[in-house]
């Protein structure tokens, strides 16, 4: 079966009280779901959701709580995003990129 991309989000996350890349990821899926609001796909069967982080260091983010979000997704951790250090009180933060995209079949595929 061949498959079409209908939807893809962007959005991006941050930890601003530290360096905690499952709260920084799960903050940039939601501003990547916060304008995205399209009813009519609930008629297509089946539906793919790919879910793709960058992260400073990927192996740090937990995808469970990011694919529970949607219905058949799955999750992709690269590096990427940015690691910020203050020059006065070398307190980081770090930014949590986020791409969702959402898969159809294709008619007559």
């Known amino acids: 079966m061949s498959e079409q991309r209908v939807i893809i989000q962007m959005g991006q996350g ?7 890349p499952d709260a920084a990821a799960l903050r940039a899926v939601q501003n990547a779901m916060n304008g995205a609001a399209l009813p009519v796909l609930s008629g297509f069967d089946p539906v793919r959701i ?6 400073p260091d990927p192996d740090a983010v937990d995808p469970t709580p990011l694919v529970a979000l949607f219905p058949n997704a799955q999750a992709q951790l690269r590096k990427g995003g940015l690691s910020i250090t203050d020059p006065d009180t070398k307190a980081k933060q770090i930014v949590v ?3 969702i995209e959402v898969f159809v079949a294709k008619p007559g595929g």
């Open 50 to 55: 790919a879910i793709h982080i960058g992260a």
């Open 97 to 99: 990129t986020a791409a």
């Open 14 to 20: 941050v930890d601003l009280s530290g360096t905690d």
